[in-house]
């Protein structure tokens, strides 16, 4: 079995599609119950993004998202990027005179 952790001179990365219970969990804010809830999700399939992951996984927002892959986790060897998170909806105001 091929290991899901590979080392950088700048950090150490963790693949969620092969990473094991215990590397989760040691992962500064992912629980016990949250990694349940993430491993069951990836029984169903391996996750493509992190958008999917978001999308499948209650409890994973943008916040949370972030400082997982800060702290070097990676979807499909892919770190996080507040760009491709959907943003809020914002309306220009209307100016009535």
Same mark, same amino acid.
């Given at each position: 079995?091929? %290991?899901?952790?590979? *080392? *950088?001179?700048?950090?150490? %990365?963790?693949?969620?599609? *092969? ?10 804010? &992912?629980? @016990? ?6 491993? &069951?999700?990836? !029984?169903?399939?391996?996750?493509? =993004? $992190? ?10 927002? @943008?916040?949370?998202? !972030? !400082?997982?892959?800060? !702290? ?7 770190? $996080? ?7 809020? +909806?914002?309306?220009?105001? +209307?100016?009535? =005179?």
């Amino acid at each position: 079995m091929a %290991t899901s952790v590979a *080392t *950088t001179a700048e950090t150490t %990365t963790l693949e969620i599609n *092969t990473a094991s219970r215990a590397q989760l969990e040691s992962l500064r804010g &992912l629980g @016990p119950a949250l990694v349940e809830r993430l491993l &069951l999700a990836r !029984q169903q399939g391996r996750f493509s =993004d $992190w958008a999917q992951l978001r999308r499948r996984v209650r409890g994973v927002g @943008p916040t949370l998202a !972030q !400082q997982l892959s800060a !702290q070097g986790l990676r979807v499909a060897g892919k770190a $996080w990027a507040a760009e491709s998170a959907p943003g809020p +909806t914002v309306s220009s105001p +209307t100016q009535t =005179d």
